[in-house]
T-cell receptor, first 113, second 114 residues
């Protein structure tokens, strides 16, 4: 069965530190890849997405992610985190031969001021 | 612009009672519709999805069912709630194109079964 793995369940960093959250998927074939974020009291919202083309994609708030097909990975990065980045992040995958969108279990990020 | 409405926002129901959560989308046609359940530490679990009226795919066999009576309406139901049905339920839609499967989420319903 298709699955999405987020290996870091809880990450604690200091402000200005660099961030990398891991995401691996088990699909074969062509996929769409997403990172979503859920701020308190708000809708789950899209941070960035990869459909095709340049494997390095940039999203909102200085986030970026790199699709490495050979590693089935789509890790989220940010060079310098802020206290306001404290929240939960979800990786999601959709295969082009399917209509399901499968999410990982999430990574809770806590930034120390 | 497209919007998604999900209600109610919170719900407290006794064990054994029925459930009906409704989700509607405005401003688009033929969307794919999804129901997820979110539990702490478990991410978003896909429960059901639908690519058209009357077409329901179930991902997790359980005490819940889904229906799509109209193009932009998606309903999550149960005949008899269990304690384990408590959780945060999210409805989402996509444009229906597999080349553009970005999902847009509703505000969610917090269900507590007592």
């Amino acid at each position: 069965a298709q699955s999405v793995s987020q290996h870091n369940h809880h990450v604690i960093l200091s402000e200005a530190a660099s961030l990398e959250l891991g995401c691996n998927y088990s699909y074969g074939g062509t996929v769409n890849l997403f990172w979503y974020v859920q701020y308190p009291g708000q809708h789950l919202q899209l941070l960035l997405k990869y459909f095709s083309g340049d494997p390095l994609v940039k999203g909102i708030k200085g986030f970026e992610a790199e699709f490495i097909k050979s590693k089935f990975s789509f890790n989220l990065r940010k060079p310098s985190v802020q206290w306001s980045d404290t929240t939960e992040y979800f990786c999601a995958v959709n295969a082009l031969w399917d209509d399901k969108i499968i999410f990982g279990k999430g990574t809770r990020l806590h930034i120390l001021p | 612009s497209q919007t998604i409405h999900q209600w109610p926002a919170t719900l407290v129901q006794p064990v054994g009672s029925p459930l009906s959560l409704e989700c509607t989308v405005e401003g688009t046609s033929n969307p794919n519709l999804y129901w997820y359940r979110q539990a702490a530490g478990r991410g978003l679990q896909l429960l059901f999805y639908s690519v058209g009226i009357g077409q329901i795919s179930s991902e997790v066999p359980q005490n819940l069912s889904a229906s799509r009576p109209q193009d932009r309406q998606f309903i999550l139901s149960s005949k008899k709630l269990l304690l384990s049905d408590s959780g945060f339920y999210l409805c989402a839609w996509t444009h229906g194109s597999r080349q553009n499967a970005e999902a847009f989420f509703g505000q969610g319903t917090r269900l507590t079964v007592v």
